[in-house]
């Protein structure tokens, strides 16, 4: 670069010399062309002897430049082999560890196929063997045939039910020393915590039916219901949706229908217009709205008593309203505000023996029929309705599972819900609680009997006690300590799959033997 640079610089020099000379050629006279030349030799050779000056200096750069690039060539080319040198080390090292590797595979590889082998040796001989086991136990099961007469199919027929009978008669003797075990603990303490709750709480009972009767200070207030040509009693039965029966029965009105709120709001009504003596459909209207508003304010008031009387609080309004509607509902003839007063003072009783949440269990108690509350319009058992409407108003799910469960709706899952189902069972079925017809109660006796006396070994069978437990008679000859325990649990899961019945029901399986004799 610094060589080039000075040519140029010469170059420039020489030309900037001859064109000044020719324009001092042209300028001057033959006199000063002599002078001219004679400075433009000097210019000249100062312009030679710079352009030599800067020729020497641009050439010690460039030596300068050369060595400098030179040095920093070694000293990368220096860095770069001592890298390569020590990426060759380790690519070596790399190389002798995958021989090693390798070498390691191999040797697996040969273990492998030699353990393959052996293997397929042994799986051989195995195959070998079973053929010939096979065969021996062919021959042998011919010879088993041809002594014992039976088939092999016909064998293995007879050690099934055979190691069949044992099994139940070891599983019968299990299940009886279980339960014996159990029964001296459990059964005690349970009859005891049912009755101490059915001692503490005596609830009282009053049979419920669909008429009301109402009493006239005299016969002639019968003229005066029906009106003339009949228009007061229309209007008292449109208003109310009640029928009104008035008969021969002195100084009484009988009122008919199945909603027992509605028969309540008539009954008010018409002791209301008795007594004050004005009786027409206008007066009527006014005082059958007066009579629901009154209605529904003991509703409420029904329900708040309940929540009060059981110290259970934080219930939601409308559920209350709910409660105090069952006031005016009933189950068997039973009153199903009553009843759910008595399941959760039952509830209660017992939650407080077993050591668990009084107040929840008497809440679960209270609510357990919540769903009867509800008209027909709404489809589904009262349990899922009733578990429903406390998940709808804020109620724990405990308190939904409790109510959900306690007709088996839903499967029991918390000791709440079987105290539940416990309370419900006890006061429904304690004497005179409920009301059945005479026709279903035969029925379901009948049912009980013929359950028990469809299965192998029993003579005969008496529904007692009102159809809360069956006996059962067996022969001794065919049936047998242990299988009468079997038995006894066979009959109880049949009635329980084919028969619907509140409460419970005992089995009772009876076996004798009776030895006779004569003296002559």
Do not use: W
């Not at 006199?31 to 210019?43: D, L, Y």
């Not at 920093?72 to 021989?99: G, H, P, V």
């Not at 065969?135 to 293995?156: F, T």
């Not at 039910?161 to 020393?177: F, G, H, N, P, Y």
């Amino acid at each position: 670069m610094g060589i080039e640079i000075v040519i140029l610089a010469v170059l420039v020099a020489a030309a900037a010399g001859f064109f000044i000379g020719n324009l001092l050629r042209k300028k001057m006279s033959d006199s000063s062309v002599a002078r001219a030349e004679e400075q433009a030799i000097r210019v000249m050779d100062d312009a030679r002897r710079e352009a030599e000056t800067v020729l020497k200096e641009a050439s010690l750069q460039a030596k300068d430049v050369v060595y400098q690039a030179k040095a920093d060539f070694e000293r990368d080319t220096k860095d770069k082999r001592r890298d390569l040198q020590a990426l060759e080390k380790r690519l070596q090292q790399k190389e002798e560890n995958l021989d090693k590797k390798m070498a390691l595979y191999d040797q697996r590889d040969a273990d492998f196929v030699k353990r393959e082998q052996t293997l397929l040796n042994r799986e051989q001989a195995l195959t070998q063997k079973e053929e010939k086991i096979g065969q021996l136990i062919d021959e042998q099961l011919r010879k088993l045939e041809n002594i014992s007469g039976m088939s092999s199919a016909e064998a293995k027929k007879t050690l099934m039910e055979t190691m069949e009978s044992e099994a139940k008669l070891d599983v019968a003797k299990r299940i009886k020393a279980i339960e014996e075990e159990a029964r001296e603990t459990a059964d005690k303490k349970s009859k005891e915590i049912m009755a101490l709750a059915i001692q503490r709480y005596a609830g009282e009972y009053v049979a419920e039916r669909t008429v009301s009767v109402v009493a006239l200070p005299s016969d002639e207030m019968k003229g005066r219901i029906i009106g003339r040509e009949g228009r007061n009693i229309r209007a008292l039965e449109a208003a109310t949706g009640i029928d009104l029966i008035i008969d021969d029965t002195p100084e009484a009105v009988i009122l008919s229908g199945f909603n027992p709120i509605r028969r309540e709001v008539a009954k008010i009504s018409l002791e209301k217009l008795i007594a004050d003596g004005r009786i027409h459909p206008g007066r009527i209207e006014e005082v059958v709205a007066k009579a629901e508003e009154e209605v529904e304010l003991a509703i409420k008031e029904a329900g708040e008593q309940a929540a009060f009387d059981l110290g259970v609080h934080g219930i939601h309004p409308e559920v209350l309203k709910l409660i105090g509607r069952l006031r005016y509902r009933t189950s068997y003839s039973q009153n199903v505000y009553q009843h759910s007063l008595e399941v959760a003072f039952l509830c209660g009783i017992m939650a407080a023996e077993l050591g668990i949440n009084v107040k929840q269990a008497k809440r679960a108690g209270l609510l357990h029929d919540l769903g009867k509350a509800v008209d027909h319009e709404v489809e589904g058992s009262h349990a899922v309705i009733g578990a429903e409407l406390a998940r709808k108003y804020g109620e724990s799910p405990k308190i939904v599972h409790a109510i959900m469960a306690h007709h088996e709706d839903e499967k029991p899952s918390t000791v709440l819900a079987v105290l539940v189902q416990a309370a419900d069972a006890l006061s429904g079925a304690r004497p005179g609680a409920r009301r059945e017809m005479m026709e279903t109660y035969v029925k379901r006796l009948e049912d009980l009997e013929r359950i028990a006396t469809s299965f192998a070994g029993v003579s005969n069978s008496f529904a007692i006690q009102a159809g809360r437990e069956i006996r059962v008679m067996v022969s001794s000859e065919q049936v047998t300590d242990e299988q009468a325990v079997v038995l006894a649990k066979d009959i109880a899961k049949k009635v329980e799959a084919e028969m619907t019945y509140p409460g419970q029901i005992k089995v009772n399986v009876i076996r004798e033997t009776r030895a006779i004799d004569y003296a002559r």
